[in-house]
């Protein structure tokens, strides 16, 4: 079986891996397709929390179901995806209907090897029917259901003003569910490629380049002085987490979606002032992944939209750097696993 390993920052190789046992309680999975995301390209540069190398990567994915042990309701043959959040069941988070942030949380292709194999185990309980959709579609899910999830965390009523900061694959998945959850949605990025995808592709009627001096203003311009009552960081990058509390409107949520290893700054009494709420959200759960499968079912959601990239498994290595440069404009690779 073969495998590409993240051996350390800035180097993937392939390498031979053994063929996964059947096992109780998990279920093997023939990988079909691989989706590229921000984790695996910040573990690639060294700069993701939570992770060590040597480490195989990838969690967007999707396959054939091969073997279960005791998965009620699946069959051999399907198609399927996965919830790669590994939980205990037991910790006060999982009581509490969060396994998304379980004490002791084992992310596939981050804190254990992930998907960037000919085949893989996984715990049954994990297992996502395919429901029709096909594998890029399957691979997409876990993706959207980030800014799902975050979406649902904010409670955004109908005709808020929702300030999404970040306009790559995570963000933009945040921007359509704002949209389906009422939202009247505005992007803020430093790309105008990507601002000019989302007034394209996802119908967002309102864009800001952040590097122009007068973001504030035109913030204000667009919600009638009163600025955004959702402000949602898809970037990770501290300045621009900083940089968004004074976007926030008086009585605003503040979610962090996205991730870095600093410590966040801001004025107590601006924010005190505003009676703010910050709060983080944390990969997803199974009903958010229900979710995302709905509004793709629907069609409320094309996730095929965001394919910028497609490439075969055994060019992965050679291609995989190139995915980091913006002026490649990549959105999403996606990477088929070979028959």
Sequence with gaps: MKTLVCTTPGHLEYAAGVMPLNQKGKAIIKIKRIGICGTDLHA?????????????LGHE???????????????????????PYF??????ACR???PNCCVTLNVCGVNSDGGMVEYLSVPSYALVHGNGLSFDELA?????????HGVRRATINEGEHVLVIGAGPIGLGTMEFARIAGGKV????????????????????????????????????????????????????????????????????????????????????GFHKREGTLMSSRNANRQDF???MACMKSKLVNPTTYITH??????????????????NGVIKAMVAVEE
């Design 310 to 327: 497609r490439v075969p498994f055994n060019q992965v290595k050679e291609q995989f750097e190139s995915w980091l440069h913006p002026a």
């Design 186 to 269: 505005i992007a803020l990025d430093v790309n105008e490629k990507r601002l000019a995808f989302c007034k394209e592709k996802l119908r967002v009627a309102h864009t800001v380049n952040a590097l122009d001096a007068d973001v504030a203003d035109q913030l204000a311009t667009i919600t009638n002085g009163e600025m955004p009552t959702v402000v949602m960081d898809a970037t990770g990058n501290l300045k621009a987490i900083n940089d968004s509390f004074r976007y926030m409107a008086h009585s605003a949520r503040y979610v962090l979606i996205g991730l870095q290893k600093g410590d966040i700054s801001f004025s107590h009494p």
């Design 140 to 148: 997409l899910v876990e993706p959207l259901a980030i800014g799902a």
């Design 290 to 292: 229900e979710h995302v």
């Design 61 to 83: 994915l999707s396959g054939e179901l091969i073997y279960m042990d005791d998965a009620v309701g699946f069959s051999v043959g399907e198609a399927v995806t996965f919830i």
């Design 44 to 56: 690639f540069e060294g700069t993701q929390p939570y992770f060590d190398y040597p480490r195989i």
């Design 87 to 92: 939980n205990c069941g037991t910790c006060v």
């Design 96 to 98: 509490n209907g969060k």
